[in-house]
């Protein structure tokens, strides 16, 4: 397969995405360099992400993916989510672009969070109270979100008031 090269739109033109998945900046002098595509261990996830600089100056880390969808997409990928429709983070051809509004995102994705019910227990062991996620119980109780996240894993913390303690609320699956 031939690797064809496109134009990104909103970069002025001196970036280009091809249908293989690379990024290259084009100088003045139209002489092509590649750039070096990276993980993004951060906020996205383990995602191929490049440094760009925007026409205003700004430079940033963008998503291989988006900005192929950029490239052979022109804008519809503009205030749109870009996702990888096969889910390999890896695999950034145009035709692996998912562009979905944020409606269609959290009926993708939004049962994936991370976050897990948690039950507060009296000394006894009787269920007092169930809460959503550690956020919710810490907000209610006044008590800090690391110590009862460890209380749920049982890490070995210090003893709660009046012999209370939290485990995460896995077997009755309320929240889910």
Same mark, same amino acid.
């Given at each position: 397969?031939?690797?064809?090269?496109?134009?990104?739109?909103?970069?002025?033109?001196?970036?280009q995405?091809?249908?293989?998945?690379?990024?290259?900046?084009? =100088?003045?002098?139209?002489?092509?360099?590649?750039?070096?595509? =990276?993980?993004?261990?951060g +906020?996205?996830?383990?995602?191929?992400?490049?440094?760009?600089?925007?026409?205003?100056?700004?430079?940033?880390?963008?998503?291989?993916?988006?900005?192929?969808?950029?490239?052979?997409?022109?804008?519809?990928?503009?205030?749109?989510?870009?996702?990888?429709?096969?889910?390999?983070?890896?695999?950034?051809?145009?035709?692996?672009?998912?562009?979905?509004?944020?409606?269609?995102?959290?009926?993708?994705?939004?049962?994936?969070?991370?976050?897990?019910?948690?039950?507060?227990?009296?000394?006894?062991?009787?269920?007092v109270?169930?809460?959503? +996620?550690?956020?919710?119980?810490?907000?209610?109780?006044?008590?800090?979100?690391?110590?009862?996240?460890?209380?749920?894993?049982?890490?070995?913390?210090?003893?709660?008031?009046?012999?209370?303690? =939290?485990?995460?609320?896995?077997?009755?699956?309320?929240?889910?």
């Amino acid at each position: 397969m031939t690797e064809v090269w496109r134009d990104i739109p909103e970069l002025g033109g001196r970036y280009q995405a091809s249908s293989l998945g690379n990024i290259r900046r084009v =100088f003045k002098t139209r002489q092509p360099r590649m750039l070096k595509i =990276f993980e993004n261990r951060g +906020s996205c996830r383990n995602q191929c992400v490049v440094n760009v600089c925007f026409t205003d100056g700004r430079r940033q880390q963008v998503t291989v993916l988006r900005l192929v969808a950029m490239a052979f997409y022109p804008g519809k990928a503009t205030g749109k989510n870009v996702v990888h429709r096969n889910g390999l983070h890896h695999d950034n051809t145009p035709g692996n672009v998912l562009i979905l509004d944020n409606t269609a995102m959290g009926r993708r994705c939004g049962r994936r969070g991370r976050r897990k019910a948690v039950c507060m227990m009296d000394g006894t062991g009787e269920i007092v109270d169930a809460f959503a +996620s550690v956020t919710a119980a810490s907000s209610f109780t006044g008590i800090a979100r690391e110590t009862i996240r460890r209380h749920c894993e049982r890490l070995g913390t210090k003893p709660l008031p009046d012999g209370m303690t =939290f485990r995460w609320d896995d077997e009755r699956g309320l929240w889910n």
